[in-house]
């Protein structure tokens, strides 16, 4: 609880209680029904994989062992297109876009049933706090679905004087971060438009797009019109390559965007790449300052930085410097790091070991390079992944914590002077997928918006996400969009 008491030059000091605390308030696990073992879900069934390999997952929170899932090898992601292949040739593209959409209907309605069932899912399975998971990650999702079950039957609506013809067999490719709704931004606008599909999650977050997999099963859904499969990079190489597939959609990092753009040169596939980002939020000095404190703490800490579009560079115009910087240092001393499942709790887990690891890597870069890091004085729990918020400040824009993407609950903090000096300074990294300004003024957000080379801006919020707006990056951010009108005409043949 924070107090307030006078100094010595008669100035307010903000002062932090640290015996009162909140009584834990943690949500019931045994709602999550979790199998121990996962098959594929290949064909409308779960089956065996070939390669007889299972992995397992883990609760980044606690390191114990959830589930054992299938690791699909070549012969599965084979089985697994063509699978998709016959349900698109055969049932799928030749089906009324009224009736397509109502299975995408009956799916949204029954991810919005289970939502609770998916919330614990997803925070026990990814490590993210449980009021992320219930109150952003899931509702979004049932919305995605609802969405695109929309359009299914207004495609000519929708491309007006353009026959929208389906892409095909699309393999879509997901992270860790926001896996049952990335899973959604995937399959709902390529089933609307009449594709069919074979989705492969992350592997360190597998567990809610099984039960999605069981949702599709008993939604009716014709059997191979989507098709889940397990495994890590090389099940992930597999399907890009596989030469039945005529679209590839790719969330992760730059660097694997990178490998599978060179895998499909030269090939008739399709792609869309939604990559890293080092999103600048930037605060002027006619901003409102406590919201937009409020802000840049939502935008890089309440996810543990674990969102491409984190806003993980904070630019604050220098006369306002000082009042923002103690604004933000206070506020992280007051963030909740610890059990995901805690309703309190403002940061759960990182991930997994290797993106802590990662973390910790970049936390020691920065004060090798020379900037000052301060770090909330928070006690970590003793099992699990956990990662106190830190700012760096007196950041050289040339370093690499400010030049690479770190995907972890680390902010660094830079100033400025003028709109010209921000704009230069928030567009010099090789990324481009969002961005956050704070003002007061209508014509400076014109003026921001119109010139920072990324692919969202957000003005006076920051993390906002609505099915219908579309959503993509500049440069090494990738390419193609996902949301609204957009994000269908990436699953169509437009004649
Ligand atoms: P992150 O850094 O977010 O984990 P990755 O790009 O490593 O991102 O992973 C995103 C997804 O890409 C995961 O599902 C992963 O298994 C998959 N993946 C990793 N390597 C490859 C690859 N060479 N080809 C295709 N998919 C891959």
Redesign the pocket.
């Known amino acids: 609880m924070a107090t307030t008491s006078k100094t010595k030059n008669n100035t307010l000091k903000l002062k932090f209680d640290t015996s009162w605390n909140y009584a834990p308030a943690p949500e019931s696990k045994s709602i999550a029904a979790i199998k121990d073992k996962y098959d594929l879900f290949i064909n409308g069934a779960f089956v065996k994989s070939s390669s007889k390999k299972h992995f397992k997952t883990i609760n980044p929170a606690n390191e114990e062992v959830l589930s054992e899932v299938a690791d699909a090898n070549a012969t599965d992601v084979d089985k697994a297109v063509k699978a998709a292949r016959t349900a698109y040739d055969k049932v799928w593209k030749k089906m009324s876009g009224k009736e397509r959409g109502k299975y995408i209907y009956r799916i949204a309605r029954m991810v919005q049933e289970r939502a609770r069932e998916f919330a614990v899912i997803e925070t026990l399975d990814g490590g993210k706090p449980i009021r992320e998971s219930r109150d952003f990650d899931v509702p979004t999702a049932a919305n995605h679905f609802f969405y695109y079950a929309g359009w299914a039957d207004k495609l000519e609506y929708a491309f007006p004087n353009r026959k929208a013809e389906p892409i095909g067999v699309a393999g879509q490719?997901?992270?860790?971060?926001f896996p049952l709704l990335m899973a959604a931004w995937k399959i709902a606008p390529a089933l609307a438009t009449g594709n069919t599909v074979v989705l492969?999650?992350?592997?360190?977050t597998p567990l809610t797009a099984l039960k999605l997999a069981e949702i599709i099963q008993e939604a009716d859904l014709p059997p191979g019109v989507v098709n889940i499969i397990t495994?890590?990079?090389?099940?992930?190489?597999a399907?890009?390559n596989h030469p039945g597939v005529d679209k590839i959609a790719?969330?992760?990092?730059t660097?694997?965007?990178k490998?599978?753009q060179r895998?499909i040169a030269g090939t008739n596939k399709k792609a869309t790449l939604e990559l890293g980002g080092k999103a600048a939020n930037i605060i002027f000095e006619d901003a409102p300052l406590d919201q937009a404190v409020e802000g840049v703490i939502n935008g890089i800490f309440f996810n543990q930085g674990h969102v491409c579009c984190a806003g993980s560079r904070l630019y604050v115009q220098e006369s306002v410097y000082k009042t923002v910087l103690r604004k933000l240092k206070d506020r992280i001393e007051t963030l909740i790091v610890g059990d995901p499942l805690d309703k309190n709790t403002d940061i759960g887990a990182i991930n997994s070991k290797q993106?802590l690891e990662t973390i910790h890597k970049y936390i020691k870069i920065g004060q090798q390079e020379g900037a000052e890091m301060h770090q909330s004085s928070c006690a970590l729990p003793g099992k699990g992944f956990f990662c106190r918020p830190t700012l760096f400040t007196n950041v050289a824009q040339s370093s690499r914590i400010a030049q690479e993407e770190i995907?972890g609950p680390v902010l660094t903090i830079q100033t400025f002077r003028t709109e010209d000096e921000v704009i230069e300074k928030a567009n010099n990294t090789p990324y481009g997928l969002s961005a956050g300004v704070w003002t007061d003024k209508g014509s400076k957000i014109f003026n921001m918006t119109t010139k920072m080379r990324a692919g969202v801006v957000w003005a006076n919020t920051f993390n906002k996400f609505d099915p219908t707006s579309p959503f993509g990056g500049y440069k090494e951010s990738g390419y193609g969009r996902e949301g609204g009108l957009h994000g269908l005409s990436a699953y169509v043949n437009l004649i």
């Open positions: 490719i997901i992270p860790w971060n492969k999650p992350a592997e360190t495994g890590a990079g090389a099940t992930g190489a399907l890009v790719f969330t992760g990092s660097d694997v965007g490998i599978i895998a993106q995907f």
